[in-house]
């Protein structure tokens, strides 16, 4: 697919011209500020290809997360001879603990 340099002041001046290379020509436009590239102009084909894209490769990324997090998850629970760990008793604990500091500090210890 072409791909065309073009100056940002030339797009000010012919940004119509190159929409419609862009969505009826199929040309790619960088666009160029001091001569280093800034920014392209790209058809609305291209664009939803890359979104597409994006998001496959979020969900094969949050994919790979819940995998790992799994694996963890029973190599903690092996450990633990098959046992579950008590969420709700360690939440326990730990506000009675929180609550003890507190006493402690109100009392001025």
Known sequence: MPEVYVSIGR????????????AYG?????LTSRG???AALISIEDYERLRHS???KQAARWQAWVAQA???AAEIQA???GALVDVDALLRQEREELEGRSDWVASGR
């Not at 797009?11 to 862009?22: C, F, G, Q, T």
């Not at 199929?26 to 960088?30: A, F, K, S």
Request: glycine letters at 6%.
């Open 70 to 72: 799994d694996a963890l």
């Open 54 to 56: 994006q998001a496959e």
């Open 11 to 22: 797009v000010k001046r012919d940004i119509s011209e190159l929409v419609n290379r862009v």
């Open 79 to 81: 450990r633990r001879g």
């Open 26 to 30: 199929g040309e790619r436009i960088v």
């Open 36 to 38: 280093k590239p800034k």
